[in-house]
């Protein structure tokens, strides 16, 4: 990259007496050259200051002969190309002067403009050392006097020349350098050991030392600079100096053209190969995007069989019913209450077993291996049970909303009427599948209630049976009644064996008792006393082999409690019987249709546009895909 180069601190310094300037002028020639521009620039007060008195003006020096461009040799930069143009006669005067003195637009007295009044103030002897020139162009090697040489002769020249970098970096840098030239030029710098702080600052410090960077060769060259302008007359008075080496000539018209010529096939070259990318862009979007739409929409267009779709929604209730708690109704009728009924029918009636059995009761499978069906969804003859599946699937979609508990069914066939027998058939077997989810549960509910009360029927009988087995072997029908009457009969006989003792008391007490009566009364006493003993006997001790009223009574007591028992546990049984026949009843669902299926009088696919577009944008997606990963590869691989 070219680095921007940094504006240093600078100062110009006054240039040094004459005599420094000789001194200087007599320098090694390894000394860096000046350049024309800076040649050309002089300083007119001091050279007004000097002059002593005015002269008569000098002879005019013959004109410089042209001289001819050596080859092809390009100019360092583009101030000693207007020099030497201006040296050749063909640009006008002024305007290369103050082209890199570092004073800007500062307008100072050039060595042509000033050589009048430089030749009118001071003398014009001829310096022995410097030979006249002759007045015409001779062999190689005479001097050359032009007037641009003369009026540098004739003016006072500067002390030392003064070498402004910014200056020079922004004349440089208004030559339109290239960024492929600025980079030779710092490596042709690098290569002298030269640092410089930027391009340009690479390009400037080479011509200091001479050297021409752009040579086309690549070979160094050294940039000959003017010595006439640093040569002085240390007497100050007008004489011939030579002239400097013209520049390098400025390429020809047949090079502009050519070069021209090869900067126009390289844009041609560049159209060519972007025109060429282009056809080719465009002719694999055609081949592996358009094409395969186009095709696809014709098949959903003119190849496809129409579909006609039978749509069916249906809800799955329960019956309503208070529940024994206070939240037992609470999701009573709700979709939660029947959420999972739904879920299980709609994976019935996408399973298998429905798919078989819809073959079975209307011909599923030869349904659509009709051969009017198209290739691509027409069912193989020889078709398996899982190819079928797979366009049952495709042909019979069924939904589940949860937020409304609907069941939505579509299903898809060749025939308007056998895709509504179709959804018929589906939903007889969805309301069979929804019975037998609930079936088991009530069965199992009223088997259960049904044996508890047949035991305790069965129990109940035969406590019943006990107790009249027991009155028929003891010949008494009631226990508590024969023991009431026994009581009945010993209170009756203990009433008269009082009143027989009390009438015997008062014959007693007679003082001559009648003997006969006192007897007759005794014998009373003594056989009420036997019969109630009798009956006291019977009640509690068994007579001639039987049992005692009293344990003939606690065994009809006990057949009787257990009889009572076995009744109440019956009861129980039939009031567990009922609850289970409400409770099965409960859980009994109801299919309830919301939406039946109508019978379709347009089809309802293909959808051609739709799937045509869809094509088109899986077929970009994949060709995108694609150029993408051989892009990354190809740059991986080159890289």
């Known amino acids: 990259m070219t680095m921007k180069p940094r504006a240093k601190k600078f100062r110009i310094r006054r240039s040094a007496p004459l005599e420094a300037t000789a001194a200087s002028a007599q320098a090694p020639s390894n000394a860096p050259a000046q350049t024309p521009v800076h040649a050309a620039v002089q300083d007119p007060p001091r050279a007004q200051a000097q002059a002593p008195a005015p002269a008569a003006p000098a002879a005019p020096a013959a004109p410089a002969a042209p001289v001819a461009p050596q080859g092809n040799a390009r100019p360092a930069n583009r101030a000693q190309a207007a020099l030497q143009a201006r040296g050749a006669g063909r640009l006008p005067q002024g305007d290369f002067d103050t082209h890199e003195d570092g004073f800007g637009n500062q307008v100072f007295e050039t060595a042509r403009n000033g050589a009048p009044r430089a030749a009118s103030a001071a003398p014009a002897p001829v310096p022995s050392q410097a030979p006249a020139a002759p007045h015409g162009a001779q062999a190689q ?5 032009s007037p641009a040489a003369t009026a540098a002769a004739t003016t006072q020249q500067p002390d030392a020349q003064v070498h402004d970098p910014a200056a020079e970096i922004e004349a440089i840098r208004n030559e339109d350098l290239t960024g492929r030239q600025l980079r030779m030029a710092r490596r042709i710098a690098q290569k002298h050991g030269l640092n410089p702080s930027s391009d340009y600052d690479a390009v400037r410090l080479l011509r200091r030392r001479g050297v021409d960077p752009f040579q086309r060769s690549n070979m160094l060259e050294l940039v000959v600079a003017g010595q006439g302008a640093s040569r002085t007359n240390p007497d100050n008075l007008p004489q011939t100096v030579r002239a400097p080496a013209p520049p390098p000539a400025l390429p020809s018209e047949q090079a502009e053209a050519r070069r021209a010529s090869e900067i126009r096939r390289i844009q041609r070259d560049i159209v060519r190969r972007r025109r060429r990318s282009m056809v080719m862009l465009f002719a694999r979007l055609a081949f592996f995007v358009m094409l395969p739409t186009v095709i696809a929409g014709y098949y959903y267009t003119k190849v496809a069989t129409p579909l006609y779709a039978t749509n069916a929604q249906f809800v799955i209730q329960q019956a309503e019913s208070a529940g024994s708690s206070p939240l037992g109704g609470l999701f009573s009728g709700t979709t939660f209450a029947t959420s999972q009924d739904s879920i299980a029918v709609q994976s019935y009636l996408q399973s298998r077993d429905a798919m078989m059995r819809l073959d079975r009761d209307l011909g599923f499978k030869s349904h659509f291996a ?53 959804s018929q058939a589906l939903i007889s077997y969805a309301e069979e ?3 037998h989810l609930t079936a088991r549960l009530r069965k199992d509910q009223m088997s259960g209630a049904r044996e508890s009360y047949d035991d305790a029927e069965a129990k109940m009988i035969a406590a019943q049976q006990r107790v009249v087995q027991l009155q028929e072997a003891r010949g008494i029908l009631s226990a508590e009644a024969e023991s009431s009457m026994v009581m009945g009969q010993i209170n009756t006989f203990e009433l008269e064996l009082q009143q027989e003792r009390l009438r015997l008391a008062e014959q007693k007490a007679n003082p001559r008792p009648n003997r006969t009566r006192v007897a007759v009364m005794e014998g009373n006493i003594t056989r009420l006393e036997k019969v109630i003993a009798d009956l006291r006997s019977q009640l509690t001790d068994g007579s001639d082999g039987s049992n005692s009223l009293a344990r003939i009574t606690g065994e009809l007591m006990v057949a009787q409690a257990d009889l009572e028992t076995r009744q109440l546990m019956l009861q129980q049984s039939l ?65």
Not at 141 to 145: D, K, L, P, Q
């Open 141 to 145: 090697g005479r001097a050359v006097t």
């Open 370 to 422: 009709n051969p009017e069906v198209d290739v691509i969804q027409r069912l193989p003859a020889d078709a398996t049970n899982e190819d079928a599946y797979k366009l049952y699937k495709k042909h019979v979609k069924i939904g589940y909303d949860p937020s409304e508990g609907v069941v939505k069914m579509e299903v898809a066939a060749t025939d308007p009427k056998a895709s509504v027998a179709f």
């Open 575 to 639: 009031q567990q019987m009922e609850n289970a026949r409400v409770e099965a009843n409960r859980q009994v669902r109801y299919l309830s249709l919301a939406v039946s299926p109508v019978l379709p009088d347009k089809a309802s696919y293909p959808r051609a546009f739709e799937n045509t577009a869809l094509a088109f944008l899986i077929f970009a997606g994949i060709y995108l895909m694609a150029s993408l990963t051989a892009s990354i590869l190809r740059e991986q691989v080159t890289s």
């Open 433 to 435: 599948q929804v019975d």
